[in-house]
């Protein structure tokens, strides 16, 4: 069975940095792409950057561009997501999702069947 675990998350300062990872088991790394979004308190998740697997193509959410990368570890089967620059509205859970069965066009959520448990990321001003 597939399983996407995310580890990394945490307590920084604005203008900080942390490096998110998400373990994935082998069928889920070889998905159509894999991608982080984020939900906050009271808000709608939200797509935070996509890596897809065929060519490497990257996609980032207007919010964090610029300021986040996303990458694949092929090594160790984990996608990592090295965030920088954190600013206070970054605080949110961040998971980890796989599209497994579909090719992603519109970087939604809807895209993506599985999805990790979520880590905490918390920016204090």
């Known amino acids: 069975q597939g399983q996407l675990v995310e580890s990394g998350g945490g307590l920084v300062q604005a203008g900080g940095s942390l490096r998110l990872a998400c373990a994935a088991s082998?069928?889920?790394?070889?998905?159509?792409?894999m991608a982080w979004f984020r939900q906050a308190p009271g808000k709608e998740r939200e797509f935070v950057a996509e890596?897809?697997?065929?060519?490497?193509?990257?996609y980032y959410g207007d919010s964090v561009k610029g300021r986040f990368i996303i990458s694949r570890d092929t090594t160790n089967n984990a996608m990592n997501l090295q965030m920088n620059s954190l600013k206070p509205e970054d605080t949110a859970v961040y998971y980890c999702?796989?599209?497994?069965?579909?090719?992603?066009?519109?970087?939604?959520?809807?895209?993506?069947?599985?999805w990790g448990q979520g880590t905490q990321v918390t920016v204090s001003s």
């Open positions: 890596i897809q697997s065929s060519g490497g193509a990257t």
């Open positions: 999702a796989a599209s497994e069965h579909r090719v992603v066009v519109y970087h939604a959520s809807f895209e993506y069947s599985s």
């Open positions: 082998e069928r889920l790394f070889s998905s159509y792409a």
